[in-house]
């Protein structure tokens, strides 16, 4: 826990420049260097938080070793990704991230749920975020923090597995079945405290119940001595963008407080989603 926010902004790298003889890859002969390379970084992207090796990537993207080789290379040295030295892999670094917050600043979201935010804090007084899915993820993109002393603050732009915490739940839980059961088959429900639910089966049950209710809670889940509720947000063709939430001490998010902090954090992902052009089945009573 503390008292001020984190993150990190880098400048865009320049543009990429992987060139490999296409003869050494026949079934990819017709692809571009770009267009590999976009396709390695498209590749990390929905593994993230997950780390790959040449091995992975080349098999992946149907490549040969030496020409997934090269481009890794590159684009590390670019920033785009980041590598391991310890693991042997690769995952995606500053650059990659600087070209997504870009994309998000194109959808105004944050712009959108910014008051939302505002107004989540002035009611209940703890920090209120909103995170981004990207793939397998999900990454904080914004937060206002709470005007206490003692107070919950979030690194803004790291990556978050979608098994662990209130947001990743929450985001989890709006997609579809086939989604869900996709990620159960290639991800590992790793424990990231004590109390992160690794259970295949009992993160199944948690989801059907955030379905229910409508929002996700966690105690400690994905950062020790951390309360949270957390809500979907909606783009227009339905696709789920991300989460908002509230977080605090652990000891301030009982039972109770869930309850009254889940429903608010409900209506604010609703109005969110509708200004994002969703179109609701139903209707959410505003608070």
Known sequence: MTGTDRGDMHVLPPGLDVT??????????????????????????????????VSAIARELGLSKTVAHRILKELASLEFLAFDEVTKRYRLGTGALQVGMAALRGLDVPRVARPHLQRLVQE???????????????????????????RMSVALGTAHALHAGSSSKAILAALSDTEVEEYLESHALAAVTDHTITSAERLRAELASIRERGYAGSRGERQHGAGSVAAAVLLADGGVFGAVSLCGPVDRFGADVQAEYGARVVAAAHKISLELGWQPDGVVDAL
């Open 124 to 150: 209940t007084g703890e920090t209120a975020t909103l995170s981004a899915r990207q793939g397998a993820a999900r990454v904080y993109i914004d937060q206002v923090l709470s005007p206490h002393e003692i």
């Open 20 to 53: 490999e003889s296409d003869a050494a890859v026949p079934d990819t002969a017709s692809r571009s260097g770009l267009a590999r390379a976009l396709g390695v970084i498209g590749t990390l992207a929905e593994r993230a938080p997950e780390a790959m090796g």
